[in-house]
């Protein structure tokens, strides 16, 4: 027959055990190294890691990253090159970082080469690139795409890339510039250089929407910034200069607010240039609507066009 202490010890025990039973299961946020001069892979190591989790990254890493994530295991990931690691992509059919699916996933502090696109983003949301680099790959710097939704890009250089620096594809959401939060665009800044590419340095197209501020986009082969076929833009407080077309260009029925008709936040002053771009300042053709400031946009061609049943409400 048990005595009574022993029939209180299993009590406590089986309350204990009711309770485990109902607390979820957390996984512990964990830190990952990868040296690929040492013989690591990206590949290797992601196979191992959890929602959560940063990859410090050290030395060259010659792969293709390739991350789908149906089921939220890469959410909150971190890849950290801590502003010394490159990946290079050594297959140009395919990207040298493709995420698909992923949630408030970061890539930060790598330079990016190689492969077809740089980084890519389908269906991602919430995925920060901040403090990288991206130059040399076969085709776009960044693309986000396929609905992608507040992504944001800041801190970083996307250069000497052959095709576009930027694009924002497939009525996806993208901040330049600065950061995800409330109020980010005064606070929260993070200025890009997005120079040199041989086509558009900011593509916005397919009914995409960008929010550009606090950039310098210079001296890429086609028009500065496009937005293009039903998309919206809000581009202020940047530099946009030497660019081979236009300075900025809207298009398609789409919708650009050059910052605002007064005051002094990033995202009302308008846009600034010391060197003439190729053709105007500011484009606007086939029933797109702008407003807000010039600013100091200009062209060798002119300050600004506007054609084709478009129409515009901007002051200097």
């Given at each position: 027959?048990?005595?009574?202490?022993?029939?209180?010890?299993?009590?406590?025990?089986?309350?204990?055990?009711?309770?485990?039973?109902?607390?979820?299961?957390?996984?512990?946020?964990?830190?990952?190294?990868?040296?690929?001069?040492?013989?690591?892979?990206?590949?290797?190591?992601?196979?191992?890691?959890?929602?959560?989790?940063?990859?410090?990254?050290?030395?060259?890493?010659?792969?293709?990253?390739?991350?789908?994530?149906?089921?939220?295991?890469?959410?909150?990931?971190?890849?950290?090159?801590?502003?010394?690691?490159t990946i290079f992509g050594p297959d140009s059919t395919l990207n040298v970082i493709e995420?698909?699916?992923?949630?408030?996933?970061?890539?930060?502090?790598?330079?990016?080469?190689?492969?077809?696109?740089?980084?890519?983003?389908?269906?991602?949301?919430?995925?920060?690139?901040?403090?990288?680099?991206?130059?040399?790959?076969?085709?776009?710097?960044?693309?986000?795409?396929?609905?992608?939704?507040?992504?944001?890009?800041?801190?970083?250089?996307?250069?000497?890339?052959?095709?576009?620096?930027?694009?924002?594809?497939?009525?996806?959401?993208?901040?330049?510039?600065?950061?995800?939060?409330?109020?980010?665009?005064?606070?929260?800044?993070?200025?890009?250089?997005?120079?040199?590419?041989?086509?558009?340095?900011?593509?916005?197209?397919?009914?995409?929407?960008?929010?550009?501020?606090?950039?310098?986009?210079?001296?890429?082969?086609?028009?500065?910034?496009?937005?293009?076929?039903?998309?919206?833009?809000?581009?202020?407080?940047?530099?946009?200069?030497?660019?081979?077309?236009?300075?900025?260009?809207?298009?398609?029925?789409?919708?650009?607010?050059?910052?605002?008709?007064?005051?002094?936040?990033?995202?009302?002053?308008?846009?600034?240039?010391?060197?003439?771009?190729?053709?105007?300042?500011?484009?606007?053709?086939?029933?797109?609507?702008?407003?807000?400031?010039?600013?100091?946009?200009?062209?060798?061609?002119?300050?600004?066009?506007?054609?084709?049943?478009?129409?515009?409400?901007?002051?200097?």
């Amino acid at each position: 027959m048990r005595s009574i202490p022993q029939k209180r010890s299993c009590f406590w025990i089986l309350a204990v055990l009711a309770v485990a039973m109902n607390v979820p299961s957390v996984s512990a946020q964990a830190m990952k190294h990868v040296n690929c001069d040492q013989g690591d892979t990206l590949a290797a190591t992601l196979q191992s890691v959890h929602s959560g989790d940063t990859v410090t990254i050290t030395g060259t890493c010659n792969e293709n990253v390739l991350i789908t994530d149906p089921t939220g295991r890469y959410n909150g990931v971190t890849l950290d090159g801590q502003g010394t690691a490159t990946i290079f992509g050594p297959d140009s059919t395919l990207n040298v970082i493709e995420l698909t699916g992923v949630s408030a996933f970061t890539i930060r502090g790598l330079t990016i080469t190689g492969g077809n696109d740089g980084i890519a983003i389908n269906t991602g949301s919430i995925v920060a690139i901040d403090t990288v680099v991206v130059q040399g790959v076969g085709r776009h710097g960044i693309h986000f795409q396929r609905g992608s939704s507040d992504g944001y890009v800041v801190n970083s250089t996307v250069q000497n890339n052959p095709g576009n620096g930027i694009v924002i594809n497939e009525n996806s959401y993208v901040r330049v510039g600065f950061t995800d939060g409330v109020g980010a665009s005064q606070g929260a800044t993070g200025p890009c250089v997005i120079q040199n590419n041989g086509g558009y340095g900011i593509r916005v197209q397919r009914g995409a929407s960008a929010r550009v501020y606090t950039n310098t986009i210079s001296y890429n082969g086609n028009n500065g910034i496009n937005i293009e076929s039903a998309s919206y833009a809000e581009v202020a407080s940047n530099v946009i200069e030497g660019n081979t077309k236009n300075g900025v260009a809207v298009t398609e029925n789409s919708t650009l607010h050059l910052g605002n008709p007064s005051g002094i936040k990033n995202e009302d002053m308008p846009n600034t240039a010391s060197v003439l771009n190729g053709q105007f300042g500011l484009s606007v053709s086939w029933g797109s609507f702008v407003s807000g400031r010039l600013g100091t946009l200009n062209g060798t061609s002119g300050v600004s066009t506007i054609a084709h049943d478009s129409n515009s409400n901007i002051t200097p």
